[in-house]
């Protein structure tokens, strides 16, 4: 019998297989067969562990918001960083970068998929969610952010940063990006209840990345 | 040859013919033949107008818009009621009551249907934006609202209360709804650069609704 430990491992295998086929090969164009092929495991062995090759693609997206929040994390230690300044370094760090990953990526935007967006989404907000409560909590008592429901304005800023900027609802043209994120960096100070122009550093930051 | 009066109730007929019959029957179980029966015109005529019967979709979802926008309108216009609380009302009536219309809001929501939901966010966001401006403007002038950037705050609020609300990407419990109305009112009146509390008077009314 298999113990915990090597079922895991196992998983991890069918999962970092069909990552590198789904970006290598294209997400339709990669079978199970495919998988198994890499992996060397039987049928019966992967549908043990997965039902179907989306429910590998959701596994992948959650390995993804996972991703996010580490990187995210390991900034927030960093105590030699002014608080403000990991907190929105941290927010931008967790955006995926879906480096090489660019097949997932288009399958997670594809306009037929509406699930596996509101699945990325919803795991984003409630893992960045928790991790942001202790340095925004940590803001409060220092007296940086004057707020009342702490929780709600970091999924409110969440909310908004990914749809504006990840997601692209708006449609907005190039030359009015400079002008919506000084909009947005002003809005997120009003949400956290801090100085007006404690963010003004990342205007340059922002500036550069477009 | 059609006038281009004609030619628009024409359009108008085809409309209101296939809401009844999606609303009515289902989308999926309606055809553009029933369509044509009931409007008694000939196929041609059909694609005329509509390339297709999700393009009908598509264009009753822009009417709905529209009849959104409309409702906020007739509120903005009453000047009996103060300035905020008129805001907050169109924006509040501009949400789809989908009255009778569950087919539609059922298409709109369905899990494969990003490309109708973003239809609907990004022309409600656009008409609504367009519809508060000069309300905001207003209150800007009067001091009632301390922003800078007007148009890109609206658009958050508009925003985050139908993410929050209208989708329930949180998908928050039934008993966390009055706190994260109170912590959602909270934000926008930060949002709006307005005195706390002014918005006190709407969590009653939201109490009600749920």
């Given at each position: 019998?298999?113990?915990?430990?090597?079922?895991?491992?196992?998983?991890?295998?069918?999962?970092?297989a069909?990552?590198?086929?789904?970006?290598?090969?294209?997400?339709?164009?990669?079978?199970?067969?495919?998988?198994?092929?890499?992996?060397?495991?039987?049928?019966?062995?992967?549908?043990?562990?997965?039902?179907?090759?989306?429910?590998?693609?959701?596994?992948?997206?959650?390995?993804?918001?996972?991703?996010?929040?580490?990187?995210a994390?390991?900034?927030?230690?960093?105590?030699?960083?002014?608080?403000?300044?990991?907190?929105?370094?941290?927010?931008?760090?967790?955006?995926?970068?879906?480096?090489?990953?660019?097949?997932?990526?288009?399958?997670?935007?594809?306009?037929?998929?509406?699930?596996?967006?509101?699945?990325?989404l919803?795991?984003?907000?409630?893992?960045?969610?928790?991790i942001l409560?202790?340095?925004?909590?940590?803001g409060?008592?220092?007296?940086?952010?004057?707020?009342?429901?702490?929780?709600?304005?970091?999924?409110s800023i969440?909310?908004?940063?990914?749809?504006?900027?990840?997601?692209?609802?708006?449609?907005w043209?190039?030359?009015?990006?400079?002008m919506?994120?000084?909009?947005?960096?002003?809005?997120?100070?009003?949400?956290?209840?801090?100085?007006?122009?404690?963010?003004?550093?990342?205007?340059?930051?922002?500036?550069?990345?477009?």
């Open positions: 019998m298999k113990t915990v430990k090597e079922s895991e491992i196992r998983r991890q295998e069918i999962l970092v069909a990552r590198e086929l789904f970006i290598k090969k294209g997400y339709e164009q990669t079978s199970v067969n495919d998988i198994l092929k890499i992996v060397d495991i039987a049928k019966g062995t992967f549908y043990y562990y997965f039902a179907s090759k989306s429910e590998v693609l959701d596994a992948i997206v959650l390995d993804i918001v996972e991703e996010g929040a580490r990187r994390e390991s900034i927030l230690i960093d105590k030699s960083i002014p608080l403000l300044n990991r907190i929105m370094m941290a927010i931008m760090a967790q955006v995926p970068e879906f480096e090489g990953t660019d097949e997932i990526k288009v399958e997670i935007h594809k306009v037929e998929n509406t699930k596996l967006e509101r699945l990325y919803r795991e984003m907000l409630k893992r960045m969610t928790q409560q202790k340095p925004i909590t940590e409060i008592e220092l007296g940086i952010f004057h707020i009342e429901y702490p929780t709600e304005s970091i999924e969440l909310l908004l940063g990914h749809m504006m900027f990840d997601c692209d609802v708006f449609h043209k190039v030359e009015d990006y400079p919506k994120i000084k909009a947005f960096l002003f809005n997120v100070e009003k949400l956290l209840g801090t100085k007006e122009g404690e963010l003004d550093v990342f205007l340059k930051m922002f500036g550069q990345m477009k």
